[in-house]
């Protein structure tokens, strides 16, 4: 049973850093495009960053381009995100989220098949 297990979240104040980590297990890692999602209350999940099988490609939404950075280490199965200049409006639970199939990548996050339960990030004013 794939899982998919989030680490790094907390409390920041505005202008800090925080980096997500998730590991996964029992996927085949290496053949998987992985991607970070993020839930505000009261709002819908949107994807907020997705990255390769190979870690050649990414994306990022608009609201995080030239913070967020996402990468991946095959060899240790896991995918991180690295936040700086955080704003409270990235204050979310953000959820480790891996391909439907291997090999196919959705830059906008579409057909995502295992899912983590997520961390909570919050950033004070």
């Known amino acids: 049973q794939v899982q998919l297990v989030e680490s790094g979240g907390g409390l920041v104040q505005a202008g800090g850093s925080l980096r997500l980590s998730c590991a996964a297990s029992e996927l085949t890692f290496s053949r998987y495009a992985m991607g970070w999602f993020r839930q505000a209350p009261g709002k819908e999940r949107d994807v907020v960053a997705t990255?390769?099988?190979?870690?050649?490609?990414?994306y990022y939404a608009d609201s995080v381009k030239g913070r967020f950075t996402i990468s991946r280490d095959n060899a240790k199965n896991t995918v991180s995100l690295q936040m700086n200049s955080l704003k409270p409006e990235d204050t979310a639970v953000y959820y480790c989220?891996?391909?439907?199939?291997?090999?196919?990548?959705?830059?906008?996050?579409?057909?995502?098949?295992?899912w983590g339960k997520g961390t909570l990030v919050t950033v004070s004013s």
């Open positions: 990255i390769t099988w190979s870690g050649r490609g990414t």
């Open positions: 989220a891996a391909a439907g199939a291997a090999g196919i990548w959705h830059p906008g996050g579409e057909n995502m098949g295992y």
